[in-house]
């Protein structure tokens, strides 16, 4: 694969790439750069993280050795899963099942344990060093990176660490690309930043775009802040599952979330039902929208394209209903193979059993 065509790979569905011309480079002298994404593996997967599994595919698929770090130590500084670590390397299994359905199985990606990292002193020396090049306010304002705000921060003092333990596993894998959804943008400005000031790989940052929760934005769109930090507040998220649309449940359970969500007629901005289709369903190739409606109300129309679909609901030509029918049906569809992976393997049920009724906590 030439390296247009591997660039085209990387970038495609996208929000912010930094940068570009770095990227290019990085594919121009390495066959296989290294490349990384990290989750907090605490509960359950929604729909939002298959934005990032579908781009793991990609890079993958563009010659990137990736890594997929399990954020164990990281969940459990976040308060996750009751900061039960048994139970968030349960969860941390069940995420590979997932990714395996989606077409990233083990074999192709190399796994990395957080706890792995931290057991060795070089770490924390990496820590250290990068801390001594930061001020306190900037690791606050990057607590946005664990979808917390500035003041949760300081309810106790871990939570100050996270975001240079972020920095530090971005230098100890020694990586050429840090990957991740655009609310994690502030650690990897900030590994970039550090990078320089250290003499240390300066990372290329890859951002994926997010999924908004099925709530819609609420009154924070007004609310000036940045993108990521909006992103961060706003998002599908496992902690607060009312928000999200998990890729285990029924078809049933989908639909009944879809036609509950916040859809406004012509409104195209931080709309989930939009954005399902924008990020996941027309990434598929091939892929179009059926809408189908009685003859008196326009009759069924086909969608072959994203950009159609955004301008005909902006102009109010699709009503909100017959576009959450469409989307309900084909969302279905996708999610089709990873239930069937799941149903079908009795380790799979049992963990996903365990983490249904684990307490969510954050
Ligand atoms: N709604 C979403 N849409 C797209 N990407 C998402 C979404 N939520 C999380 N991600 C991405 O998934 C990766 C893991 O995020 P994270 O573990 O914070 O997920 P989460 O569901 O928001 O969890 P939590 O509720 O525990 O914060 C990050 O790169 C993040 O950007
Ligand atoms: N902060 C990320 C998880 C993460 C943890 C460590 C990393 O090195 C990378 C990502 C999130 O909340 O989703």
Redesign the pocket.
């Given at each position: 694969m030439n390296v247009d065509e591997r660039l085209r790979l990387a970038t495609r569905n996208t929000s912010e790439v930094v940068t570009v011309e770095e990227l290019r480079k990085v594919f121009e002298e390495k066959e296989k750069p290294k490349g990384y994404?990290?989750?907090?593996p605490?509960?359950l997967v929604?729909v939002?993280?298959l934005?990032?599994m579908f781009k793991v595919r990609d890079l993958v698929e563009a010659g990137v050795d990736f890594y997929l770090l399990e954020?164990t130590w990281h969940?459990y500084i976040?308060d996750?899963l009751g900061g039960n670590l048994e139970l968030i390397r349960k969860a941390a299994r069940y995420t590979r099942i997932v990714l395996e359905a989606i077409g990233v199985p083990e074999g192709r990606v190399k796994y990395v344990d957080a706890e792995d990292l931290a057991s060795d002193k070089d770490y924390w020396g990496l820590l250290l060093k990068s801390a001594k090049q930061v001020s306190l306010a900037r690791v606050k304002r990057a607590l946005t990176i664990?979808?917390r705000r500035v003041d949760e921060g300081e309810t106790d003092f871990s939570k100050l660490i996270y975001p240079l333990m972020q920095v530090t596993d971005i230098f100890y894998l020694d990586l050429d690309i840090a990957?991740?959804?655009?609310?994690?943008r502030k650690a990897h400005m900030l590994t970039r930043d550090i990078a320089e000031k250290l003499g240390l790989k300066k990372p290329v940052a890859i951002h994926?775009?997010?999924?908004?929760?099925l709530q819609g934005p609420g009154g924070r769109m007004e609310s000036g802040l940045e993108a990521d930090e909006l992103?961060a507040e706003a998002?599908?998220?496992?902690?607060?599952p009312e928000t999200?649309i998990f890729v285990h449940e029924d078809a049933e359970a989908v639909e009944a979330k879809i036609m509950k969500a916040y859809c406004p007629p012509r409104i195209t901005e931080l709309n989930p039902v939009l954005e399902i289709n924008k990020?996941l369903l027309f990434q598929q190739p091939g892929f179009t929208l059926v809408i189908e409606r009685p003859e008196k109300y326009g009759g069924t129309i086909t969608v072959e394209d994203y950009s159609v679909l955004e301008k005909l609901y902006a102009e109010g030509k699709i009503h909100p209903l017959d576009l959450k029918k469409a989307t309900a049906s084909a969302l279905n569809k996708l999610l089709d193979n990873v239930r069937r992976r799941i149903s079908s393997d009795p380790g799979a049920r049992s963990l996903l059993e365990e983490l249904k009724t684990a307490k969510v906590t954050?």
């Amino acid at each position: 694969m030439n390296v247009d065509e591997r660039l085209r790979l990387a970038t495609r569905n996208t929000s912010e790439v930094v940068t570009v011309e770095e990227l290019r480079k990085v594919f121009e002298e390495k066959e296989k750069p290294k490349g990384y994404l990290g989750f907090e593996p605490s509960g359950l997967v929604h729909v939002g993280w298959l934005v990032w599994m579908f781009k793991v595919r990609d890079l993958v698929e563009a010659g990137v050795d990736f890594y997929l770090l399990e954020a164990t130590w990281h969940a459990y500084i976040n308060d996750k899963l009751g900061g039960n670590l048994e139970l968030i390397r349960k969860a941390a299994r069940y995420t590979r099942i997932v990714l395996e359905a989606i077409g990233v199985p083990e074999g192709r990606v190399k796994y990395v344990d957080a706890e792995d990292l931290a057991s060795d002193k070089d770490y924390w020396g990496l820590l250290l060093k990068s801390a001594k090049q930061v001020s306190l306010a900037r690791v606050k304002r990057a607590l946005t990176i664990m979808g917390r705000r500035v003041d949760e921060g300081e309810t106790d003092f871990s939570k100050l660490i996270y975001p240079l333990m972020q920095v530090t596993d971005i230098f100890y894998l020694d990586l050429d690309i840090a990957v991740g959804g655009t609310d994690q943008r502030k650690a990897h400005m900030l590994t970039r930043d550090i990078a320089e000031k250290l003499g240390l790989k300066k990372p290329v940052a890859i951002h994926t775009p997010i999924i908004t929760g099925l709530q819609g934005p609420g009154g924070r769109m007004e609310s000036g802040l940045e993108a990521d930090e909006l992103a961060a507040e706003a998002k599908m998220s496992k902690s607060k599952p009312e928000t999200a649309i998990f890729v285990h449940e029924d078809a049933e359970a989908v639909e009944a979330k879809i036609m509950k969500a916040y859809c406004p007629p012509r409104i195209t901005e931080l709309n989930p039902v939009l954005e399902i289709n924008k990020y996941l369903l027309f990434q598929q190739p091939g892929f179009t929208l059926v809408i189908e409606r009685p003859e008196k109300y326009g009759g069924t129309i086909t969608v072959e394209d994203y950009s159609v679909l955004e301008k005909l609901y902006a102009e109010g030509k699709i009503h909100p209903l017959d576009l959450k029918k469409a989307t309900a049906s084909a969302l279905n569809k996708l999610l089709d193979n990873v239930r069937r992976r799941i149903s079908s393997d009795p380790g799979a049920r049992s963990l996903l059993e365990e983490l249904k009724t684990a307490k969510v906590t954050r």
